[in-house]
């Protein structure tokens, strides 16, 4: 069936970087843009930015930028989101989500199952 | 930036009809989604487009958006109904998300 699996929780220490990896299946990887979404806890949905498994091209929400960067593998149909310069309120759960079609307002029908990421001293 | 505003919570009883805003400035020239998301679990897309319900998707939930404003309806509520709610809209390359409004049936 169509999945997206993500890595395991992670503990970081501030300023350290977190990778945090998000695995497609059941579907031809190429076809779908992959969007990431963070929630702090007790929080809301926070959209951080956009990658094109095709061609690699990425497009960050602005509060990220310099800081996050996505990347994509095709041969493992895995895509990676990288967050540097860690701070206490990056302590969130992070997801991938699969836009549904090309058109921006067809949503995101596809989630994973989320990946704890901890900032603490 | 563009933002959309939700208000946080909404009570509706079983059977009845719950409405939940999503307002924004001229969020009816856009188009909005809304998602699904209960305690510990991911979200779920239940309309895009403004109104359409994905497959699996009961028909009990439909969606509207006109002016500054996108509506969540969801007929006949359901014990089960009860979540959290997000509203999403698109401006400018960027994905927009409500605030999230949680749905209390009782």
């Known amino acids: 069936q169509v999945q997206l699996v993500q890595s395991g929780a992670e503990v970081k220490m501030p300023g350290a970087s977190v990778k945090v990896s998000c695995k497609a299946s059941?579907?031809?990887?190429?076809?779908?843009?992959l969007h990431w979404v963070r929630q702090a806890p007790g929080q809301g949905l926070e959209w951080m930015g956009i990658?094109?498994?095709?061609?690699?091209?990425?497009s960050y929400a602005q509060k990220f930028q310099g800081r996050v960067t996505m990347t994509r593998d095709t041969s493992t149909s895995t895509v990676y989101m990288e967050l540097s310069s860690l701070r206490s309120e990056d302590t969130a759960v992070y997801y991938c989500?699969?836009?549904?079609?090309?058109?921006?307002?067809?949503?995101?029908?596809?989630w994973g199952q989320g990946t704890m990421v901890t900032v603490s001293s | 930036s563009y933002e959309v505003t939700q208000p946080p919570s909404v009570s509706v009883s079983p059977g009845q009809t719950a409405s939940i805003t999503c307002s924004g400035d001229k969020l009816g020239d856009k188009y909005a989604c809304w998602y699904q998301q209960k305690p510990g679990q991911s979200p779920v897309l239940v309309i895009y487009?403004?109104?359409k319900r994905p497959s699996g998707i009961p028909e009990r939930f439909s969606g509207s958006n006109s002016g500054n404003t996108a509506t969540l309806t969801i007929r006949g509520t359901q014990a089960m109904d009860e979540a959290d709610y997000y509203c999403?809209?698109?401006?400018?390359?960027?994905?927009?998300f409500g605030g999230g409004t949680k749905l209390t049936v009782l």
């Open positions: 999403q809209a698109w401006d400018s390359s960027t994905w927009v």
């Open positions: 989500a699969r836009a549904q079609g090309l058109v921006q307002a067809d949503g995101f029908d596809i």
């Open positions: 059941g579907y031809t990887f190429t076809t779908y843009y």
């Open positions: 990658v094109n498994p095709s061609g690699g091209s990425t």
């Open positions: 487009q403004d109104r």
